[in-house]
């Protein structure tokens, strides 16, 4: 019966839609915990925007992301394939960072516009600058860009302003290099980025975007990774001192006003009834920032480990008059955006292993997930060691635990970077469905049906683990200062000179 009817629906689409393939909006918060949002159950986040998403679309609950850090997790939702695989690893790229996401990567964007799509990116892109912009997003299938090419603390802050009218940004960033750029296609626009307009900027590149896509009756595909709520948090007049819940939640709240304009335009522009929008994160909070960090809510630990508080996200899919308002409790993980945008658009996938699958029975019939598993890699995933954990079905095995210094300051001793790594033979093993914050391991001895789990999870990691060749290490290349984006590359002295 289900395949009778997602079969009815891709008929009714393709017929409904042969003259204009379904447009694409990817919203990607940064360090965005599993409890953040009010329609995650927090009491004080003020996301009227996402809440609506939420309310009229369909809300997971059990959703991953591909690892607890940035540059990996992006590679995988933009590529449907674990970090692994591309060589995104170990942990993150910088601003002089030699490698970048492989060219010979395809992405959403490379595998929608030889069906005539525009593609446009705003935002964190952090997957390479490298020499001449070797790895920006116009060399990775996208048309336009505008951001911040890697993560806004990568730069000198501590004199930049971050709240009106000259609050300055809270903490420490990083010293010794070029303050952080704002770059428009190739071009750097503004150095340092001016961080109370910066979301404004965002709004209007993206409404102009959806103006002229719409205008030339063209499929259009929209990427927006976000830089919040990643720290140092800011917001500009519109949310600044708005919320309920200090610089944090107002960062939250100029992210939401945000995807507000976006859905205003897309009405605006008529083109709502034909856009799907999705919404996930990177990877769990930082809860070293206690309560500028973000909230994993009852998940174990936050970013930088594999607990679920890691990588368990929010999602969010609405395409109006197309998906219905619910809740799924299916398995599902930023791999599958691609072979579900890919299906929808009627687009060839890509000649490649690819660990993504298409969501198009959950999104359409709130159906059966497609994904047996997900794998679990930590921040420096290894040949010698593989898998730290798998989720299979309700059951999570972890092989080995790592506390991380992003998800220190919680009271639970396995989540900082002092909690050691650790190897688990036989694994430790959750029923996630009546224990997702993971505090009581099941027992081999006292519970006979866990032997038959573990069998099978053996079976799927060994599976799985003969397919996975480990790609080049992109990070592990190094860096080159020569490399940092500087708007005035003849001046000195380096890097301190680097401002327009």
């Known amino acids: 019966m289900t395949f009778i009817l997602l079969t009815s629906f891709l008929s009714f689409l393709l017929c409904s839609t042969s003259a204009s393939p379904p447009n694409f909006v990817l919203l990607f918060a940064d360090d965005l915990g599993f409890g953040d949002l009010g329609c995650f159950g927090h009491p004080s986040s003020l996301t009227p925007n996402l809440d ?34 591309s060589g995104v690893f170990p942990g993150v790229l910088y601003p002089g960072s030699i490698g970048g996401l492989p060219l010979n990567e395809t992405t959403i964007a490379e595998v929608l516009k030889p069906l005539g799509y525009a593609t446009a990116a705003m935002g964190k892109w952090h997957l390479g600058l490298g020499a001449n912009g070797t790895f920006l997003p116009t060399r990775q299938g996208f048309d336009q860009y505008l951001g911040i090419p890697y993560s806004h603390d990568m730069g000198p802050c501590h004199n930049l302003t971050c709240f009106p009218p000259d609050v300055k940004c ?37 409404t102009n975007f959806i103006i002229s896509s719409a205008s030339k009756k063209q499929p259009f595909f929209l990427y927006y990774p976000s830089h919040h709520t990643h720290y140092p948090q800011y917001a500009g007049p519109g949310a600044a001192g708005r ?35 999705f919404f996930t994160a990177d990877n769990g909070p930082e809860l070293m920032r206690r309560a500028r960090g973000g909230s994993a809510g009852l998940l174990k630990c936050g970013k930088g480990t ?3 508080g890691g990588m368990r ?22 791999l599958d955006v691609l072979p579900t945008f890919a299906a929808l658009a009627g687009a060839k996938l890509p000649p490649v292993l ?28 290894t040949e010698k060691y593989g898998l730290f954990a798998i989720r299979l079905g309700k059951y999570k095995a972890h092989f080995y635990t790592q506390g991380a210094a992003h998800s220190s300051s919680t009271p639970d001793p396995d989540c900082p970077g002092t909690a050691s790594f650790k190897p688990h033979d036989p694994p430790l093993i959750f029923d996630l469905e009546d224990d997702p914050s993971e505090n009581y391991p099941l027992s081999l001895k006292d519970q006979p049906h866990v032997q038959a789990v573990l069998e099978e999870i053996l079976k799927v990691k060994a599976d799985f683990e003969a397919t996975m060749v480990f790609g080049e290490s992109q990070v592990s290349k190094g860096t080159d200062p020569a490399l940092e984006p500087c708007c005035n590359p003849e001046c000195s002295p380096k890097p301190s000179c680097c401002h327009c």
């Open 52 to 85: 609506r998403l939420a309310a009229d679309g369909l809300r997971f609950t059990d959703f991953y992301c591909t690892s607890p850090v940035c540059s990996p997790s992006r590679a995988s939702l933009l590529t449907g394939r674990y970090q692994t695989r």
């Open 170 to 206: 809270f903490g420490f960033c990083d010293l010794g290099t070029v303050t952080v750029p704002l770059m428009h296609n190739e071009v750097i626009k503004q150095q340092p980025v001016d961080f109370l307009d910066l979301e404004r900027a965002y709004s209007d590149f993206a």
């Open 243 to 277: 919320s309920l819940r200090g610089p944090f939640g107002d960062a939250l709240m100029e992210v939401d006003n945000t995807i507000g304009s976006l859905m205003a335009t897309l009405e605006k522009t008529g083109v709502i009834n034909n856009t799907l929008v």
């Open 306 to 308: 594999t607990y679920e």
């Open 313 to 334: 996200e929010p999602a969010i899919a609405y395409w109006q008059g197309t998906i219905k308002p619910g809740v799924t409790h299916e398995m599902a993980s930023t």
């Open 354 to 381: 690819l660990d993504g699958v298409d969501m198009m029975d959950i999104l359409f019939n709130q159906g059966k997930s497609k994904r047996e598993a997900m794998m679990f890699y930590p921040i420096d995933p």
